[in-house]
């Protein structure tokens, strides 16, 4: 029970850097690394700052707000110093490296002294006794269900519309007299916003901040997105969020099964590739047998 509660909870959490990972893979086919600097960016601000007696919750407005700042610069990059879009996040994320380190003072900072999101006199009040076990899972799963409805209502909005269209027809765009980069700009920086926000709430539940926890984001990202769309897209119940949420939680649970089947924990990282190898071939299969039935169904 201990590491199915574990798997929900890293699950979801991942969910959030998933969802940003969405809105660059899929909404504006952007290749973006820079997710690998962000994710540490909100773990490194976060335990600084809660090492300093901030309000844990507020940090993670903060955290949110470093990474659109950090989305920015890439979108910047790439937009105005005309640097291709891989290279732009490339640069960015080998700069946060070092941001990480200097805002943190150091490569590893615990804090498992301090209050934080899910250990708190508040938290420890309304979730006490019964629901204690299940303390982190509920309240990462209010987080979210906040992050999920708020994302969902904004690509309905006008910009998320732009938004959506620049990754479907740039030239569309361009014709309508709306700059497309700075459309480019703003997704990018709303995506990492979100990993910078999941990188915040990762080191809050395992209370220390990594300098290399950020390694292999991308991978993560992008995996539970392929298969969040490839296993769950096609039914429509699910949207895009339910469906990279479904699948942010499903790859966090192949990985617990194949360290539980007995692979070491320093197997991780190739599990992790192993994993991301055979998503990518299943799905392309998916894509090929849905493209198939659709145009017998047309026939």
């Known amino acids: 029970m201990t590491l199915v509660i574990s798997v929900f909870e890293q699950g979801m959490i991942y969910a959030i850097m998933a969802l940003g990972m969405y809105i660059t893979y899929k909404i504006l086919d952007f290749p973006d690394m820079t997710v690998d600097g962000s994710f540490p960016l909100g773990a490194s601000l976060s335990a600084v700052l809660i090492s300093q007696g901030m309000n844990p919750y507020l940090t993670l407005l903060l955290s949110f707000a470093a990474g659109l700042m950090a989305g920015t610069i890439t979108g910047l990059i790439h937009v105005k110093l005309k640097v291709r879009d891989i290279l732009a996040s490339i640069i960015m994320m080998t700069a946060l490296y070092s941001v990480n380190l200097r805002i943190a003072g150091k490569a590893n900072l615990p804090i498992y002294n301090y209050d934080n999101i899910y250990n708190n006199s508040l938290t420890n009040h309304l979730l006490g006794g019964a629901l204690s076990p299940y303390k982190n899972l509920i309240i990462i799963a209010?987080?979210?269900?906040?992050?999920?409805?708020?994302?969902?209502?904004?690509?309905?909005?006008?910009?998320?519309?732009?938004?959506?269209?620049?990754?479907?027809?740039?030239?569309?765009?361009?014709?309508?007299?709306?700059?497309?980069?700075?459309?480019?700009?703003?997704?990018?920086?709303?995506?990492?916003?979100?990993?910078?926000?999941?990188?915040?709430?990762?080191?809050?539940?395992?209370?220390?901040?990594?300098?290399?926890?950020?390694?292999?984001?991308?991978?993560?990202?992008?995996?539970?997105?392929?298969?969040?769309?490839?296993?769950?897209?096609?039914?429509?119940?699910?949207?895009?969020?339910?469906?990279?949420?479904?699948?942010?939680?499903?790859?966090?649970?192949?990985?617990?099964?194949?360290?539980?089947?007995?692979?070491?924990?320093?197997?991780?990282?190739?599990?992790?590739?192993?994993?991301?190898?055979?998503?990518?071939?299943?799905?392309?299969?998916?894509?090929?047998?849905?493209?198939?039935?659709?145009?017998?169904?047309?026939?």
């Open 142 to 299: 209010i987080i979210v269900v906040i992050v999920k409805c708020v994302l969902d209502w904004y690509l309905k909005t006008k910009s998320g519309y732009l938004l959506k269209a620049v990754g479907d027809n740039e030239t569309l765009v361009t014709s309508m007299g709306i700059d497309k980069g700075k459309i480019k700009i703003l997704g990018l920086a709303i995506a990492n916003g979100l990993v910078s926000l999941s990188g915040s709430m990762f080191a809050q539940q395992q209370r220390f901040f990594d300098a290399s926890m950020g390694v292999g984001t991308a991978v993560i990202g992008l995996a539970s997105v392929i298969i969040g769309t490839a296993l769950f897209g096609q039914i429509s119940v699910f949207g895009f969020s339910i469906s990279v949420i479904l699948g942010s939680i499903l790859y966090k649970g192949c990985v617990a099964a194949a360290i539980r089947i007995g692979l070491q924990s320093t197997d991780l990282k190739l599990v992790t590739a192993v994993l991301f190898l055979l998503i990518l071939v299943l799905s392309s299969r998916i894509e090929k047998y849905q493209g198939r039935k659709r145009r017998k169904e047309r026939a």
